[in-house]
T-cell receptor, first 110, second 113 residues
Framework: KQEVTQIPAALSVPEGENLVLNCSFT??????LQWFRQDPGKGLTSLLL?????REQTSGRLNASLDKSSGRSTLYIAASQPGDSATYLC?????????FGTGTRLTVIP | DGGITQSPKYLFRKEGQNVTLSCEQN?????MYWYRQDPGQGLRLIYY???????QKGDIAEGYSVSREKKESFPLTVTSAQKNPTAFYLC????????????FGSGTQLSVL
């Protein structure tokens, strides 16, 4: 069974701090990898999509990397802001499904 | 603006009642999905459709039904056979395959009266 583990489960940081969120998968047969954020009571927003042939992807203050050999991905957030507060998810992509963990709940304190 | 619209935002179901959640997209995407989210758990796939008039069961399809008569619409019916329907339901779509960028709607919270 494919499982996704996200560490830490929750994280509180002061505004301006750089931080790293971690994601690991039980199945090394990773297709593409998407990082999402979810605000309370809302849908998911795609942040970055790393294609299976890529190792990393950057968008503004966000950088995501993928190491398929170890089944791990990291999301780096630079100069965090209160607006970054949300739950971050990194589901593993299967042929016809995404396998979700419970995410990392990030709180950025002003 | 292109996107996915889910309605209603909140829905209440009485005992023995069937209810239908709406999902409409104007992204011209072929594939659409329904997920269920419970507190403290990851999202789980209920049903998906990769093309009009075709759909497949996901991991937790029991007690649910769907239709895909139009490309832009993928309604989900929560039947009376679903004994624990209280959850947050999310609809999503991709242009073609699951490993492409996934777009989500804003969700429907279903509760039992």
């Amino acid at each position: 069974k494919q499982e996704v583990t996200q560490i830490p489960a929750a994280l509180s940081v002061p505004e301006g701090e750089n931080l790293v969120l971690n994601c690991s998968f039980t199945d090394s047969a990773i297709y593409n990898l998407q990082w999402f954020r979810q605000d309370p009571g809302k849908g998911l927003t795609s942040l970055l999509l790393i294609q299976s042939s890529q190792r990393e992807q950057t968008s503004g203050r966000l950088n995501a990397s993928l190491d398929k050999s170890s089944g791990r991905s990291t999301l780096y957030i630079a100069a965090s802001q209160p607006g970054d507060s949300a739950t971050y998810l990194c589901p593993q992509t299967g042929a016809n499904n995404l396998f979700f963990g419970t995410g990392t709940r990030l709180t950025v304190i002003p | 603006d292109g996107g996915i619209t889910q309605s209603p935002k909140y829905l209440f179901r009485k005992e023995g009642q069937n209810v239908t959640l709406s999902c409409e997209q104007n992204l011209n995407h072929d594939a659409m999905y329904w997920y269920r989210q419970d507190p403290g758990q990851g999202l789980r796939l209920i049903y998906y459709s990769q093309i009009v008039n075709d759909f497949q069961k996901g991991d937790i399809a029991e007690g649910y039904s769907v239709s895909r008569e139009k490309k832009e619409s993928f309604p989900l019916t929560v039947t009376s056979a679903q004994k624990n329907p209280t959850a947050f339901y999310l609809c999503a779509s991709t242009e073609g395959r699951m490993n492409e960028k996934l777009f989500f709607g804003s969700g429907t919270q279903l509760s039992v009266l």
